[in-house]
T-cell receptor, first 111, second 112 residues
Framework: SQELEQSPQSLIVQEGKNLTINCTSS?????LYWYKQKYGEGLIFLMM?????EEKSHEKITAKLDEKKQQSSLHITASQPSHAGIYLC???????????FGKGTKLSVKP | GAVVSQHPSWVICKSGTSVKIECRSL??????MFWYRQFPKQSLMLMAT?????????EQGVEKDKFLINHASLTLSTLTVTSAHPEDSSFYIC????????FGPGTRLTVL
């Protein structure tokens, strides 16, 4: 079965610094999603990537899917305290549209 | 974007009682909704796929008689945790697909 591995598991950065979170799949990805979650709350959709080599940006967050479609990275530029939370990558599991998730990366941003 | 709501946002119940959680798609119709469970500091795990007008599809290891799912309309799916026990305490999140997959805000269940 497909598994998603995220790294690092947790990350503490100083405000203003850049950071990257990685998501690696054991199988080819046909739909890769990035979500942000604050503990005890729902998931906020960030970006969806489908094509090899695709890159999307929203404000200071950029997500890429590699050409082989087995690895994705999420890059935050000039981090702010509002970026703190848990970042989850998810992948299409089946034709019905359900997702499997990585274990998440907990990001803390120090003011 | 599409909005998915859940009710209640949190619930505390005694062991042995049943708890119903509602998931609604507010501005779109969803023939399929998904129920996930998240334990503290863990990722989301899919429990079951809820299909409007038919039986839910449960993931391996999820007891269908304990977690009853009813998808009565195109905008409402309910998850009933029957005879709840403390180990059922968790964060339950539903989602529905409208192009992208949108998640509800979650329901925190605490079983005493």
């Amino acid at each position: 079965s497909q598994e998603l591995e995220q790294s690092p598991q947790s990350l503490i950065v100083q405000e203003g610094k850049n950071l990257t979170i990685n998501c690696t799949s054991s199988k080819t990805l046909y739909g890769l999603y990035w979500y942000k979650q604050k503990y005890g709350e729902g998931l906020i959709f960030l970006m969806m990537l489908q094509k090899g080599g695709e890159e999307k940006s929203h404000e200071k967050i950029t997500a890429k899917l590699d050409e082989k479609k087995q690895q994705s990275s999420l890059h935050i530029t000039a981090s702010q305290p509002s970026h703190a939370g848990i970042y989850l990558c998810g992948a299409d599991k089946g034709s019905q549209g359900n997702l499997i998730f990585g274990k998440g990366t907990k990001l803390s941003v120090k003011p | 974007g599409a909005v998915v709501s859940q009710h209640p946002s949190w619930v505390i119940c005694k062991s042995g009682t049943s708890v119903k959680i509602e998931c609604r798609s507010l501005d779109f119709q969803a023939t399929t909704m998904f129920w996930y469970r998240q334990f503290p500091k863990q990722s989301l795990m899919l429990m079951a796929t809820s299909n409007e007008g038919s039986k839910a599809t449960y993931e391996q290891g999820v007891e269908k008689d304990k977690f009853l799912i009813n998808h009565a309309s195109l905008t409402l799916s309910t998850l009933t945790v029957t005879s709840a026990h403390p180990e059922d305490s968790s964060f339950y999140i539903c989602s529905a697909r409208a192009g992208k997959q949108f998640f509800g805000p979650g329901t925190r269940l605490t079983v005493l």
